[in-house]
């Protein structure tokens, strides 16, 4: 048990994403929550942010998926 905590975007390395990871935007610190999905572009509750459309963007800013960060909640 001594997996490095990873902490910096996750650069289209699904990997590192369970399916149920929520995901933080690093520009506006909007948070995708799969269990909640995104009305803004009709993503269905249950969506894993690794299962989003190639499109996908920040609903909030636009920003680009890529730079969206892994929001642990556990550490809290
Ligand atoms: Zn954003």
């Known amino acids: 048990m001594n997996e490095p905590r990873f902490e910096g975007s996750y650069l289209g390395d699904a990997s590192r994403i369970n399916d149920d990871s929520k995901m933080e ?3 506006c610190w909007y948070v995708y929550d799969p269990a909640k999905g995104d009305d803004v572009w009709q993503i269905p509750a249950g ?3 690794t ?3 190639t499109h996908w963007r920040c609903p909030v800013c636009d920003g680009d998926a890529e730079q969206f960060l892994v929001y642990c909640d556990d550490d809290y």
């Open 25 to 27: 935007c690093k520009i």
């Open 47 to 49: 969506t894993p942010f």
């Open 51 to 53: 299962q989003l459309p």
